[in-house]
């Protein structure tokens, strides 16, 4: 094992191809027109075509959904860090009535499998009258991101010192003034990161989205699942669909990847 | 040291609130439901334990039970070593180690949805890579016929979705040793399975007890990936509890069945993380 002297082991190497390589396929096919895919196999796309990615781009059942999932992802992301900041900073604070129970209490709601919540949920929103919309998506994946969220904040408020909380009380700052200018900047790298897993999670659940919309506010994972059904074989959109999911995580784990080791490190996912 | 006040509560109650919006509501709803025969709105009969009894007979669950404890145990089996493996071959620093992280955590973004449509892209006989490759061997492979070949797909798809998790999470156990350990053990003559066996696998303790959770908790619920690669098929060789309980709730709208099988389902994967849980509690308790 090579680990510590900064050279990857060739076997590291070997799984990263593992891991590459189908997604190289699904790019492949992404860029070739319908009859190369079906008309046999090359490794090189031979007539490389943007049609498919012209098709998504130009038909409003595709990037509506596209914009359908992106809103309630980030809607999901806004609301979990907003209430569960305040309660991360309670919990890693201060003792109260019933801490440690409310704890784990929250985070068992990781553990229910969604396949559980589809009949409720389905008749909750209904009866509010959320159905088929973002909001109700995104309030019905708090079911998981709101514990993560805690969980991953109360570690990244743990390791800021509690001097910092009784220095900015000694200069005569109000609670308020500390936790929003002093506290949030000096956590901001965890917020990435719960930010980061929050949408994760968000963005690729598929069972809970599917049961809370209907046309109106239907997510790009839905629409590729009934694309299939509908259309027979388009392989070539639904690989190019599939490419363009996975930007928005791309671009997610970019921006992250400096405290993304950090958040692990904190044994919190 | 904590300072205690209830005044605390405040700052939790937003999430309390969600939570029970989210979560609790529906599980009470669930609950109701599995004690009543639900004809519509009006009419409705107490059965108490009816249900459950009726679900723990039913040789489909019991078949779908099955297959699911199987593949839970044998991802599980796989991705645990593997993840570890791999997580022992990322150089702690340099400019590869950044690099290598995103392609580990490229699996874990992408829909999961979309991860059935690339392994189905990838392991189709007539248009996959590598259902043509393996074809090409002259093995006869097609997973959407043979249950042995849908289960080889799904794990090997499992593996590939799910590795990276357990890789992270343990390459980041092995950046919090510090130095001195593997100095000592150096000066020692440790070989590199003594490093490894009693340096680095007791740091890893707390991050494996997560990543062993985490990934028993998500494959019982697995659901999505086998939908879009093989619909649960051939046959009912790959229904997992997930999806046999999706086709009873959303598909026939079996009311009291769907929900004695939800709260039964909940209270199996809460038992298998507290037995897995607990047992890893006490081991290290003898051990300190």
Redesign the interface.
Known sequence: MSARNGKAHWSLYLYCLFLLVPLYWLISMAVKPNRDILGGLELVPSNPTLANFVEIATNPAWYGAFINSLTYVCLNAALSITVALPAAYAFSRYRFLGDKQLFFWLLTNRMAPPAVFLLPFFQLYSAVGLFDTPLAVALAHCLFTVPLAVWILEGFVSAVPKELDEMAAIDGHSFPFFFFRIFIPVIRGGIGVTLFFCFMFSWVELLIARTLTASEAKPIVVAMTRTVSASGLDWGVLAAAGVLTILPGLTVVWFVRRHLVKGFAMGRV | ?????????L??A??????A???V???M??VN?SVQDIFDVQTRLFVGLDWYRETLRDPRFLEALARQLGFSALVLALEIPLGI??A???????R?T?A???????????????VG???Q??ARP?????G?AVKALGVSYNYTSSAVDAWITLALMDV?HWT??VA??C??????IPPAY?QAAELDGAS?WQV?RHVQLPHLK??LT?AVL?RL?DS??I??EP??LTGGGPGASTTF??QY??SM??GQFD?GP??AF??L??LL??LL?WLFYTSVMKRGDEAA
């Open positions: 040291m904590q300072r205690t006040s209830n005044k605390a509560w700052a939790v937003p999430v309390v609130l969600v939570v919006f989210t979560a509501a529906p599980l709803t669930v439901y493996w791999i022992r071959c990322i150089p702690l620093q340099g590869m950044v290598f992280l995103i392609i580990l955590a490229v699996p874990l973004l992408i829909p999961w949805n979309v449509v690339i392994w892209i990838f007539d248009i996959g890579l590598l043509a590939w990276s998790l992270l999470l390459f980041a156990g092995l950046a919090a593997y590199r490894f707390s991050v997560i985490l908790m019982l619920m659901y999505t939908f879009v509890l997930s309980l999706t709730a959303v009311l769907a929900a939800s709260v389902y909940f994967i809460l993380c």
